[in-house]
């Protein structure tokens, strides 16, 4: 069984149409992003001793709000409704296993980024559900890493695939300076969380 993006972005769009609050976490995800990334940019100009504290604080708050946001655009996935409450649901639900998970993650990355170019991009695709495995399923962090893995072994290609689909969306964000992710986030996401819970019904057919 093929995964039907059509059908999916579709669908995505559907499930996102009247939740405003979706948007309201969408615009404040993307407010603290390009927050970060001034940040970021004075700190580099102004104090680049700093560099490393500042990144590191900047990427575990936002990648906390991340999580929230992943385990909203799940539930709306599975067609359930979310809180606004639930955008905070990094900060709430064991908050130091998350805050690890973030580093952990950052460091796996970062590692691959130096032995060039092509491992660290390897590691960002296998590594890419490892906030849905986190949020939806308690369960230690270790057995997200390797079941985020698990589901991406063999599986790169097609995300990739599904990446280059909404390009056209990430151009047009980055000439409106991220103006457009408001709209586009939801849906974007919602569309990730399909292809995350396809994986995991096709891992647990062929298992």
């Known amino acids: 069984m093929n995964f039907d993006l059509k059908s999916m972005r579709k669908r995505s769009v559907v499930l996102t149409k009247g939740k405003w609050s979706l948007y309201l976490m969408s615009l404040i995800f ?65 908050p130091i296993k998350a805050i690890l998970s973030i580093l952990i993650k950052q460091i796996i990355i970062s590692v691959g980024v130096l032995f060039f170019i092509v491992p660290g991009v390897i590691a960002f695709y296998r590594l890419r559900f490892f906030y849905y495995e986190l949020m939806s399923e308690e369960k230690s962090i270790g057995k997200c890493l390797t079941d985020s893995m698990d589901l991406m072994r063999g599986n790169c290609i097609e995300l990739f695939k599904i990446d280059l689909s909404f390009a056209g969306w990430y151009i047009l964000n980055i000439i409106t300076m991220g103006i457009v992710s408001i709209y586009v986030k939801p849906f974007t996401t919602i569309t990730y969380a399909e292809y995350y819970e396809y994986l995991k019904g096709t891992k647990a057919i062929l298992s």
């Open 30 to 94: 993307t407010v603290l992003q390009f927050a970060g990334f001034v940040l970021t940019v004075r700190t580099l100009n102004l104090h680049t001793d700093l560099l490393l504290p500042v990144y590191i604080i900047i990427v575990v708050i936002t990648d906390l709000f991340r999580m929230g946001f992943i385990s909203s655009m799940i539930q709306r996935s599975e067609e359930k409704e979310t809180s606004f409450a639930e955008f905070f649901s990094g900060f709430c639900k064991k």
